[in-house]
């Protein structure tokens, strides 16, 4: 089983990501922003050249938004994604930026949270965000690209049923294993028996549960959480999974670039176990 591994590179204009990655001994990055002003072709063709050079693969965009964002279960609600109504139209709009950039830099899809979407089907802003939802994947793939929509925020049931309720044969999720334990929305090996057959990336993080009602659980390093990378990796073996494993470490400094290399150690263990 030869699952790539890489890690998350940011759009920036100031350093250069792709000679930083293969120095860590990564051939595969998922890219990611949350400034829309660096979408423009001059920031491709740079991109296209630097990761040329350095012999590292662009799997994906991840696609942020601008405005206000809280982290948490009380503010990240009205604050986070697409869900929030006074926020929808213009984070809609920098998606379509982002779909338009990953045309340019020839990746396969872009990503994005969605945010907290309603697990009731009935909330009345549950049908403008299928809508919006619709009118997103329908951009992406008029440019040949998926849309794709990391875990994390919502059940998995609520994101199989929008995935479902929108139809449309480009729709994709990047599987945070972190994410739904840090939510305290699933375990995301169970998930996978929801939703498997659309994950088509992973981000791969470790956590721990929620322990008060107000905040997310606590990231932690691969191997102390609650995430059970055997298993999950065995079954996505048995279910066909193709995609790429990509590291999220999120902490900043050499403490962060340490646990991302001891990371990387693990995940081949793993694999060569179960060759």
């Not at 920036?12 to 979408?39: H, K, S």
């Not at 008060?212 to 609650?226: A, Q, S």
């Not at 990378?229 to 996505?236: D, T, V």
């Amino acid at each position: 089983m030869a699952f790539d591994i890489g890690i998350i590179a940011h759009l920036r204009c100031e350093q250069d990501e792709f000679v930083r990655i293969a120095e860590m001994g990564f051939a595969v990055c998922q890219l990611q922003c949350w400034n829309p002003g660096l979408y423009t072709k001059e920031s491709a063709e740079e991109i296209a050249k630097k990761s040329k050079a350095a012999g590292v693969r662009i799997t994906t965009l991840w696609t942020g938004w601008t405005g206000k964002t809280i982290w948490d279960f009380i503010s990240g609600p009205s604050t986070l994604g697409i869900v929030p109504p006074q926020m929808r139209a213009q984070r809609a709009k920098e998606l379509k930026q982002g779909a338009d950039f990953a045309s340019l830099i020839n990746v396969p899809a872009i990503i994005t949270h969605l945010g907290f979407i309603p697990e009731n089907p009935s909330d009345p802003n549950y049908a403008s965000v299928v809508e919006t939802v619709t009118d997103v994947a329908q951009y992406c793939k008029n440019l040949g690209l998926g849309f794709w929509f990391e875990s994390g925020q919502e059940t998995p049931v609520t994101l199989l049923r929008l995935i479902e309720d929108v139809g449309m044969p480009n729709l994709g999720i990047n599987l945070d294993t972190g994410n739904l334990i840090l939510y305290g929305k699933a375990n995301p090996l169970d998930a996978l028996d929801v939703f498997g057959k659309y994950v088509c990336n992973l981000h791969i993080k470790d956590a721990l549960y929620p322990t008060n009602g107000r905040e997310l659980g606590k990231e932690v390093r691969l191997g102390e959480g609650k995430v059970d990378f055997p298993r999950i990796l065995s079954r996505l073996k048995n279910i066909g999974f193709t995609g790429e494993l990509i590291i999220e470490r999120e902490r900043a400094g050499e403490r962060q670039k340490a646990d991302i290399i001891d990371a990387h150690r693990y995940l081949k263990r793993l694999l060569k176990e179960l060759l």
